[in-house]
């Protein structure tokens, strides 16, 4: 994390409305705008040229890395919890933890622990994947085939019923 991250932290650390969606302000899209502007013109006032657009980008790739860096960070029972961060990782989750209140974590429902994709692929997350079934061309020839056996069943029954006048042999006997 270098001097500008820190700095786009601390910005932001500042202005509840950029982070917190019960704040007034954030719903307020032309005081978060402002917000960035003058972030973006003091970037620029050292010589450190940069568009909002990049700054709001910057900050969602930030906050996204704090949110996998606290699961990451999580450890089982009876296990120091940072135990698997780097110390650099370690200082990104301190200077954000502010956020932690912030950010709700998604339940997820799974019926297995592994997906497995066409491919080959696995994944041990089943959101990692979407998965689309297409009926092969055997599939809608069959339901074709179906559909035409239907048809000609109906249309013979419905001969049968305006042939009733006529006598139907069913064992040979007339």
Do not use: C
């Not at 930030?62 to 606290?70: A, N, Q, S, T």
């Amino acid at each position: 994390m270098d001097v500008f991250d820190e700095q786009i932290i601390e910005f932001v650390e500042a202005r509840k409305y950029l982070y917190s969606s019960k704040d007034p302000g954030f719903k307020d899209r032309q005081l978060k705008q402002n917000s960035w502007e003058s972030l973006s013109q003091s970037f620029a006032s050292v010589g450190k040229d940069i568009s909002v657009t990049e700054l709001v980008k910057k900050w969602g790739n930030l906050r996204d890395r704090y949110v996998r860096l606290k699961k990451k960070g999580k450890a089982p029972s009876g296990s120091s919890a940072d135990s698997s961060l780097k110390p650099e990782e370690r200082k990104l989750v301190e200077k954000m933890n502010f956020l932690h209140s912030h950010i709700v974590e998604r339940s997820r429902k799974t019926t297995g622990n592994t997906v497995q994709r066409e491919s080959g692929i696995t994944s041990e997350n089943p959101l990692d994947y979407t998965t689309t079934i297409f009926a092969d061309s055997h599939d809608s020839t069959f339901l074709q085939s179906a559909d035409n056996q239907e048809s000609e069943f109906s249309q013979s029954a419905e001969t049968s019923l305006q042939n009733s006048d006529e006598e139907v042999n069913i064992d040979g006997v007339v």
